[in-house]
């Protein structure tokens, strides 16, 4: 069974400081990894996308994606009280359409 | 582009009655998405269509749920009865292609009493 894994956390991390996110999955051969931030009460909006192993950053953010260990991470620079949320970890498996999808990380920046 | 659009932003119904959800995806993605969320399952696919196309519904929970796209800019999901474990929130998104980044919709919150 194609799986995603998240820890649901809460991951408690003081403002300032660096928030690092783990995911890790099943299959081998996937190709595409999303990172998703949803606000309680509010839809999942997408942060990252990775496609090839290595760092990619964006702002704040950076994504990590390593495939030989099945793992993409995201580390959140200089964390404000306003990425508190919930992080869902996407993968899209053998060139399937579906994304399997995590269960989610929350994660609390305390001030 | 306003992004995807969902109406309702809420639903409260009575058990049995007839729930159509509605959805405006980006236009220029041919790639549609239904999802279902819940604190216990979390998110749930129900249906992906593919150029107006319902390419796979092996995620609606029975013969209650329904899904149509008549075009590219509208799909349906209907739920008729509706029961009270039907309550969740309904997300549709969509993508250009299937394996590319979805956007989602600002939800359907539904509840069934």
Known sequence: QKEVEQNSGPLSVPEGAIASLNCTYSDRVSQSFFWYRQYSGKSPELIMSIYS????????FTAQLNKASQYVSLLIRDS???????????????SNYQLIWGAGTKLIIKP | DAGVIQSPRHEVTEMGQEVTLRCKPISGHNSLFWYRQTMMRGLELLIYFNNNVPIDDSGMPEDRFSAKMPNASFSTLKIQPSEPRDSAVYFCASSV?????????????????
């Not at chain 2, 299937?98 to 509840?111: I, K, S």
């Open chain 1, 53 to 60: 192993n290595g760092d990619k950053e964006d702002g704040r």
């Open chain 2, 97 to 113: 292609g299937a394996t590319t980044e979805a956007f989602f919709g600002q939800g359907t919150r539904l509840t069934v009493v």
């Open chain 1, 80 to 94: 404000q009280p306003s990425d508190s949320a919930t992080y869902l970890c996407a993968v899209n498996m053998d």
